[in-house]
């Protein structure tokens, strides 16, 4: 399965990192302002005012005013307002705009649960409006050629397949929806989102295919990728194949033995060694804190930011990973931030969540964010991996599972050690 499907937010991690790793213009600001806005009729009033203040056009700006239209109809869509959401998306110019924010919005009301039943009509919808235009020359963009918007295009299908699957398997249509899953890989299984293997394995057990989950499970377990969703169908599995799960600790266990091992074998070609940029920041209470104060030790860098999903998705495995290596030095550092009080967003963020992380804070110096800029994230969340002796080893962007994260950094950490 191609790995594109993005809420609207994750798209902006990376998105937003970007622009701003040049300067965080007024435009991407106010953008970022509209996004976390959730009252609709709020939200109407800043894109009118977002529009004004930067003198935006119907048509050259097209695109801007494409997500502004879609930014807002998702936000009447969460308040169950769905005739001004059709208003909103009946707004952008682009039949793919379209499906990007009507897929958006049908995940949206199966993830906050706020209507499975709406999701499934939207998400079929959606659908139908794809494959109405796939074909059509005309909807390709002038600018883009032809091979790409064709590639493009047939990448696109396999998340809206993805979420028709969910919503249908929400609404309890389990043979229907498992057709619809299959259509969402695009390749081996394994390839694929974590959520869409763990509902595909679920709709394979509901539909009298047990021995095929059991097998998809028991191979994303050996290869150190399986989720605790994953792990638990797993148990159940064995506990229907046996009577019992009095040994499935020792099975596991064995299914497990191999996957650091192979995971060495696999990083080890790809182990950098470059010096790691130096930087000194100030942590949540003020205190100067430099890369160089841990010369000797393995250190991971964490850069991440409290309106990044998927870095948030990835603290309850980095939780674990600072629970299990105390010889480790973790540093967190929140970057992208909006200035204005930056500072007390994050401290909130870790005092609600109880992280006890050691958190620093990027600054931006002419519009620009150092450290982030320094190491050339191109997206968050990202990690870095520096040996004892400063040298970079390893980059890791992204987030699929606390599995994957978990196992790929204990690799990481040990290769690591090995070169201190």
Sequence with gaps: MIRIKLSLLALL????????????????????????????EKSVALMKKI???????????????????????????????????????????SKFDQTSYMNMGADILLREKIDPVKAEQLSKQTLDLYFSYKD???????????????????????????????????????????????????????????????????????NGQEDKAYQILEMMAKTGKSSAAMNAQLKALYDRKHGNTKDFGEYFG???????????????????DTIAPAFTLFDLNGKKVSLSDF???????????????????SFPGMQKMVQQHPEVVFLFIATQEKEAGALERVKAFMEKNKYPFRVLMDKPEAGVYKVVAQYKVKGIPAKM????????????????????????????????????
Excluded at 80 to 86: A, I, L, P, T, V
Excluded at 254 to 261: D, G, I, R, Y
Excluded at 295 to 313: E, N, Q, S
Excluded at 389 to 398: C, D, E, N, P
Aim: glycine content about 4%.
């Design 254 to 272: 064995k299914l497990q033995e191999s996957v650091q091992a192979s995971l060495k074998e696999t990083l080890q070609p790809k182990m950098k």
């Design 295 to 313: 010369r000797g030790k393995v250190v991971v860098l964490d850069f991440w930011a409290t309106w990044c999903m998927p870095c948030i998705a």
């Design 136 to 206: 059509d020359p005309k909807a390709k963009p002038k600018d883009m050629p032809e091979a790409d918007w064709k590639r493009f295009m047939d990448f696109a299908q396999y998340p809206y397949y993805d979420t028709y699957a969910a919503a249908l398997t929400a609404n309890g249509k389990f043979k229907e929806a498992l057709s619809f899953q299959e259509k969402a890989f695009n390749g081996p299984v394994e390839e694929g989102f974590g959520n869409s293997i763990e509902r595909y394995t679920l709709l394979l057990a509901k």
């Design 51 to 93: 529009i004004a203040d930067n003198k935006l056009h119907k048509e050259r700006d097209a695109s801007t005013m494409n997500m502004l239209n879609g930014t807002v109809a998702l936000n009447f869509l969460r308040n169950q307002q769905y005739k001004e959401f059709e208003k909103y998306i009946g707004k952008i110019n």
């Design 13 to 40: 991690c990376s998105f937003t990192l970007l622009v701003n790793a040049q300067q965080e213009n007024k435009l991407m600001a106010q953008m970022k302002q509209l996004n976390s806005e959730r009252d609709p």
């Design 385 to 420: 991996v520096i040996d004892g002796k400063g040298r970079l080893r390893f980059v890791s962007t992204g987030f699929s599972s606390d599995s994957e994260l978990i196992n790929e950094l204990e690799a990481m950490i040990e290769l690591a050690k090995e070169q201190s």
